[in-house]
Structure formats: structure tokens, C-alpha cells
């Protein structure tokens, strides 16, 4: 049964920095494509940031040059460093895996999920 956990959530002030985790087990954590997502409420659920297996980041452009994605396959986790943290940046925040190959922005294309840690950004 695979599992994703994530942490590192909370209140933090804009400007500021928060670092997310997300652990998994239960997959092949080495081969798969690890994504971070986020949900503001009453808005879609958005790609943030992905990383493939041989270490190759994207972004959106929202959260270019402020965020850094980065994996530990020996721990079987995947970090999401957040810096200059802006109001429009909060969220709940989603750990997705489940494909190999590139990183894909569309929510349908990774079936593992995790249960979401809530960042909020005060102005």
C-alpha cells in the first residue's frame, strides 16, 4: 500500500521561508516522478513543482527562483523549500507520485496522493 506523508506545514510571515517534506513508502520511490501541488480554497488544484528521477526540476512560474524541490532516495522523501513567501502562496499542499518518465503538471496523471499540509502566508 503506498503512503505519502507530508509535514512541515504552518503560519509563516510573507517574506519568510517554510520547508515541506513528504515521505513516502510503499513505491518504488527512486523511479518515480515526485510532484508537489497545491489548493487554495474555492480554486483548482495546481502543479508547484516536480522532480524526476534523475533529478530534473520543474516549476511553475509562480514559484520560480522562490522554490526548490529536491528528493533523497535513500530516504524516500521529497522536500519542497519555500522562500519568499508571498500571501497568494497559501494553500494546502499535496505530495503526488505514481510515474516514471517526465514531470507533468496535470493533477490526472499521478495516482498517489497524499492527505495535504495546510501553509498559510499573513501579510
Known amino acids: 500500500q503506498v503512503q505519502l506523508v507530508e509535514s512541515g506545514g504552518g503560519l509563516v510571515q510573507a517574506g519568510g521561508s517554510l520547508r515541506l517534506s513528504c515521505a513516502s513508502s510503499?513505491?518504488?520511490?527512486?523511479?518515480?516522478?515526485m510532484t508537489w501541488f497545491r489548493q487554495a480554497p474555492g480554486k483548482e488544484r495546481e502543479f508547484v513543482a516536480g522532480i524526476s528521477r534523475f533529478d530534473s526540476a520543474s516549476y511553475a512560474d509562480s514559484v520560480k527562483d522562490r522554490f526548490t524541490i529536491s528528493r533523497d532516495n535513500a530516504k524516500n522523501t521529497v522536500f519542497l523549500q519555500m522562500n519568499s513567501v508571498k500571501p497568494e502562496d497559501t494553500a494546502v499542499y499535496y505530495c503526488a507520485a505514481g510515474r516514471a518518465g517526465l514531470v507533468t503538471s496535470a493533477p490526472s496523471d499521478y495516482n498517489y496522493w497524499g492527505q495535504g499540509t495546510q501553509v498559510t502566508v499573513s501579510s
Open positions: 510503499g513505491l518504488t520511490f527512486s523511479t518515480n516522478v
